[in-house]
């Protein structure tokens, strides 16, 4: 699925940036070689790095 409509990134590419010990979003967007551009996917960028923090410390809570 299409995460960032502006740059053409689906959720996979977004996710392995986010798990490649990215820091911000702007370490997502460098390491895919892209720029943020309308801003409409940086929370859902953001909460994708939260994600992949949470399981590298592996402390992964179930979502509801």
Same mark, same amino acid.
């Given at each position: $699925?299409? &995460? %960032?409509? %502006?740059? !053409? =990134?689906?959720? *996979?590419? =977004? #996710?392995?940036?986010?798990? #490649? @010990?990215?820091?911000? &979003? #702007?370490?997502?967007?460098? *390491?895919?070689?892209?720029?943020?551009?309308?801003?409409?996917?940086?929370?859902?960028? !953001?909460? $994708?790095? @939260?994600? #992949? *923090?949470? =399981?590298?410390?592996?402390?992964?809570?179930? !979502?509801?």
């Amino acid at each position: $699925m299409y &995460v %960032c409509i %502006c740059n !053409a =990134l689906n959720d *996979r590419e =977004l #996710a392995d940036a986010a798990r #490649a @010990e990215a820091r911000s &979003v #702007a370490d997502v967007f460098r *390491r895919c070689g892209r720029r943020p551009q309308c801003g409409k996917c940086l929370p859902d960028i !953001a909460e $994708m790095i @939260e994600e #992949a *923090r949470r =399981l590298e410390s592996g402390s992964v809570i179930a !979502a509801e």
